[in-house]
Every structure is written in structure tokens, then in C-alpha cells.
């Protein structure tokens, strides 16, 4: 994606990516059609319309404006996907971020970077453990990588804070979280960096998380799993890392421990196995990210078909073939008869409609009622 060439245009990104129903793809998708974030913004109550929804939410210039004067007094600020300074292997996964909120050094980024996460309720050798990976890996030049939670994150940070340390929140910059972190966030943002999603003042809540974890894990060569639940967040990590073509890592355990019974699910699945940072640099080698090949050097823009006001029989047709449970785009395509081109630009309305979500692995459902 080309970098917004004027101030103006920065402004208009920030208010596509504010407003209802407009999420990460569909950003790209409306910038790839129109051309601009200002052409898409004119657009969209017509977009909207066609699928039915009558008033879309629009973020204002007034508000964008305040955001942006409240995220730069704050000693933060944005990069956008296309700046030459947004992560680069963030930009190469589907679900990447139009806009971040940056504290901080944003050369740590230029380094081999590794995620550590792992349990919130970690035991006292899992907090071990961590402190003696992250700080070995930073004595090796490796900027570690993590959400800032209670448990294994923090350790990871304070472990690595001196040598190089990305905390990726999942409320807004300004909003401390956990509480007890507010310290270390604090010092992350002058002596690491901080990178935010979610709109400034934004409290966390259970939704965000996931969406940090994505960004946890796109931002690093890889991602280590220092004990975990069958069913937590950093098990989510990890399969995003997977997805998304990192190298996963994960520290073995008793089976007798909850906590480590999705570490030993992973490394079952294929995960390296890792007892130290010893491992994970032998895996990675001594160039580290500069030795391996891009994953996705150039995003090819997806085909969408120009807007046709009276294809009600397509919009219904999609909305026909889909139910709750999400399905994947091609069979949809193939259901419905549409051309993936069409099938594209009618899903893009429906979605800013509020009929249609996204999930990963570009899967549809229709959207349930709030």
C-alpha cells in the first residue's frame, strides 16, 4: 500500500479504520477500490445503503483531529501500513493493522525480534525460566516481544527491558493495563516501544485480546510458549503465529500441571521444543532476520468488482449461502455462482452493512444481532 501522501489524507486513514464496521481488510479493500481514504469515506453511506443499512456510524474530522492531539501530548504517535517506518512483517500479514499509536524506539523492530508469552498464573519456575530466556536472548541482540499481562509477560519484559523490549497493549496507548503494570508500561514507552491498535482512552476488554495477539505475534521471527492452559490466550498466539508463517516454540512440562498441558499440546502438533535460549538461537541462526526470506514481499491488492446498485440477486445469494457458523470464501463462491471478484465487492457492502463479518482464514458468517 502507498504511504498517505499528505496530512489530510493521514486524518481521512484514521477515520476509515474509526468507523463502524470498518475493520483491517476491509480498510485495504475500500483504498484499493477507491484510491483514497477520503473517495472511500465519500463513498460509504452509499455502500452501506446498498445492503440495506440506511446510517453508518462515520468518524468525524473533528474527532480525529482530538485523537491525534491527545495520542502526539501523550509522547506517542501514528504510523500508518505503508509508512516506511511501519513494522515490516506486520505489513505482510492479511489482518494488519491500518493504524498504530507508537511510544518509543521503533529500531527494535529493525533487529531479530521473538515473542514470549505465556501464563498470567505462571509458576515460580515458569517465571524463572522466562527471566533467564528474555535476558539471554537481549545479551544476544533479540528485542523481545509481549502483551504486558500478569505472569510470564511480565517477567519477559522486565527480563529484557535494558536490552530491548516491544510491550503490545491491548487498550488504548494512554491505558494502563494490567494496573499493577502501569510502571513498567511507563518505562517500556521511554526505554523500549509500545504499540497500540485499539483508539486512544480505549479500556480493555475480552474482544481486544485477541486482536493484540495477532500483533504480538506479526511483529516477530517467531513465538515462544513458556506455559499455558488448553484453552488461553497464548495457545491463540501461537496458532496466529502459525498462520501467519512464524516459527512457534514452546517449553515442555509436567502433564500433571494445567498450565502446561497447551505447551506440551503444542509441541506435540510440530512446535520446536526449547529448554533455553540457547535452542531458539541455534533455530534461527546467528543472522537471525536478516537471513530469512520474506514471507509476503509485496501484498497483491485482492480483485474486487466495481459497485453495481442492483445486484440484489448477488447480495442475496451470499447472504443465502452463509449461516452463524463461518464458512470458507471459496465455497461460498462456488455455492453462489459469483465470480471471486464479485463475490469481493459484494461481501465488502455487506460486511460495512453489519450482515457479514470476517474471521480468520478469510471465513464468512452472518453477523448475529447485538
Same mark, same amino acid.
Given at each position: ?32 477500490? /477507491? ?9 460509504? *453511506? ?30 506517542? =504517535? ?7 517506518? /511501519? *513494522? *515490516? ?26 515473542? &514470549? ?8 519456575? +515458569? ?24 505472569? &510470564? ?8 527491558l535494558a536490552t530491548g523490549t516491544i510491550g503490545v497493549i491491548a487498550g488504548g496507548i494512554d491505558v494502563p493495563y494490567p494496573p499493577e503494570n502501569a510502571e513498567l508500561q511507563h518505562r517500556i514507552g521511554a526505554e523500549g516501544l509500545l504499540l497500540a491498535e485499539a483508539p486512544f482512552g480505549t479500556q480493555p476488554r475480552s474482544r481486544h485480546f485477541p486482536r493484540r495477539n495477532r500483533i504480538i505475534s506479526g511483529v516477530s521471527q517467531g513465538v515462544a ?10 495457545? &491463540? ?23 502446561? =498441558? ?24 546467528? +543472522? ?45 463462491? =462456488? ?28 471465513? /464468512?458468517?452472518? =453477523?448475529?444481532?447485538?
Amino acid at each position: 500500500m502507498q504511504p498517505a501522501n499528505d496530512d489530510q489524507e493521514r486524518l481521512s486513514r484514521l477515520r476509515l479504520i474509526r468507523s463502524e464496521n470498518i475493520g483491517p481488510v476491509n480498510f485495504v479493500r475500500l483504498l484499493d477500490r /477507491y484510491g483514497s481514504a477520503a473517495d472511500a469515506l465519500a463513498e460509504l *453511506p452509499e455502500i452501506a445503503a446498498r445492503a440495506g443499512k440506511r446510517r453508518l456510524r462515520i468518524a468525524t474530522q473533528a474527532e480525529a483531529e482530538r485523537e491525534t492531539e491527545a495520542t502526539m501530548k501523550a509522547g506517542a =504517535r501514528f504510523i500508518m501500513i505503508g509508512d516506511p517506518d /511501519y *513494522p *515490516p512483517l506486520l505489513a505482510e500479514i492479511d489482518t494488519a493493522p491500518p493504524v498504530l499509536a507508537k511510544s518509543g524506539d521503533l529500531s527494535l523492530l529493525k533487529r531479530t525480534t521473538i515473542a &514470549i508469552v505465556g501464563a498470567r498464573n505462571a509458576s515460580s519456575n +515458569g517465571r524463572n525460566l522466562c527471566r533467564r530466556v528474555a535476558a539471554a536472548l537481549g545479551e544476544h541482540g533479540v528485542t523481545v516481544v509481549s502483551g504486558l499481562a500478569r505472569g &510470564i509477560d511480565t517477567e519477559a519484559h522486565t527480563a529484557s527491558l535494558a536490552t530491548g523490549t516491544i510491550g503490545v497493549i491491548a487498550g488504548g496507548i494512554d491505558v494502563p493495563y494490567p494496573p499493577e503494570n502501569a510502571e513498567l508500561q511507563h518505562r517500556i514507552g521511554a526505554e523500549g516501544l509500545l504499540l497500540a491498535e485499539a483508539p486512544f482512552g480505549t479500556q480493555p476488554r475480552s474482544r481486544h485480546f485477541p486482536r493484540r495477539n495477532r500483533i504480538i505475534s506479526g511483529v516477530s521471527q517467531g513465538v515462544a510458549v513458556i506455559e499455558a492452559a488448553m484453552r488461553s490466550g497464548s495457545l &491463540i498466539t501461537a496458532r496466529q503465529a502459525g498462520e501467519q508463517g512464524r516459527d512457534v516454540f514452546a517449553v515442555p512440562g509436567s502433564p500433571l500441571d494445567p498450565r502446561t =498441558r497447551g505447551t506440551n499440546r503444542l509441541i506435540r502438533d510440530g512446535a520446536q521444543l526449547i529448554e533455553s535460549a540457547e535452542d531458539i538461537l541455534d533455530h534461527i541462526g546467528p +543472522g537471525g532476520l536478516a537471513e530469512r526470506p520474506r514471507i509476503r514481499p509485496h501484498r497483491e491488492p485482492v480483485q474486487v468488482a466495481p459497485p453495481e446498485a442492483d445486484d440484489v440477486a448477488g447480495r442475496s445469494a451470499i447472504l443465502e449461502a452463509l449461516s452463524p457458523e463461518p464458512a470458507d470464501a471459496d465455497d461460498v463462491i =462456488r455455492t453462489t455462482g459469483l465470480t471471486p471478484a464479485q463475490f469481493n465487492g459484494l461481501v465488502l457492502e455487506l460486511e460495512i452493512a453489519g450482515l457479514v463479518e470476517r474471521h480468520a482464514g478469510n471465513r /464468512y458468517a452472518l =453477523r448475529a444481532p447485538e
